[in-house]
């Protein structure tokens, strides 16, 4: 298993560009979420996704989308980056409701200028 | 609100000797808690957790106590190794929230060999 894979690495955009943040899993877990990462910061959650069709608020919703069409795929759409959107993204999924251990993938760190 | 903290943001020891990294957490209706460990340009991953009814966990080389009373948690890491040099996170899950994981914002653990 590939585990969680994210695309891209890295990325810089311009302000007011929009672009989105890939993240799959070969894992068949139902859960999944997306957090960023600031620095002297703990990961804050963004939105996540309890299965296909379902999604939900985290902490850090404003300027974000996601949808789960499948059970693979969370993207992560950022609508106009803004500079304060600079951060670490990293995506994380889980097997469903009872298991709480989430594997995360490598993360996409991204600078909006 | 709710919020997760550490107290000391660095810590250094010498390869071979026991390591402990403190954790407060203030949501006293928390049920389960998780360390992660992150690894320089990686996501966190999974070393272990604990839930509400336990005191202690222990796994490999590495030990959790909870204290509910003072609302403290810590991980013990035995023989710490280079290896273990990365930033330690703290994460709670309330019973209420749904899948909303709070994480700290990390204690960076370094291994002088």
């Known amino acids: 298993n590939a585990g969680v894979t994210q695309t891209p690495k890295f990325q810089v955009l311009k302000t007011g560009q929009s672009m989105t943040l890939q993240c799959a899993q070969d894992m068949n877990h139902e859960y999944m979420s997306w957090y960023r990462q600031d620095p002297g910061m703990g990961l804050r959650l963004i939105h996540y996704s309890v299965g296909a069709g379902i999604t939900d608020q985290g902490e850090v919703p404003n300027g974000y989308n996601v949808s789960r069409s499948t059970t693979e795929d969370f993207p992560l759409r950022l609508l106009s980056a803004a500079p304060s959107q600079t951060s670490v993204y990293f995506c994380?999924?889980?097997?469903?409701?009872?298991?709480?251990?989430?594997?995360f993938g490598p993360g996409t760190r991204l600078t909006v200028t | 609100g709710e919020s997760v903290g550490l107290h000391l943001p660095t810590l250094s020891v010498q390869e071979g000797d026991n390591s402990i990294i403190n954790c407060a957490y203030s949501?006293?209706?928390?049920?389960?808690f998780i360390w992660y460990k992150q690894e320089s340009g990686k996501g966190p991953q999974f070393i272990i957790d604990i839930r509400s009814n336990m005191d202690k966990r222990q796994g490999q080389r590495v030990t959790v106590l909870l204290n509910k009373t003072v609302k403290h948690l810590s991980l013990q890491i035995a023989a710490t190794q280079p290896g273990d040099s990365a930033v330690y996170f703290c994460a709670e899950k309330g019973n209420t929230g749904g899948f909303k994981t709070i994480f700290g914002a990390g204690t960076r653990l370094f291994v002088k060999a």
């Open positions: 994380a999924s889980s097997k469903g409701l009872a298991v709480y251990e989430q594997y």
């Open positions: 949501n006293s209706a928390s049920d389960y």
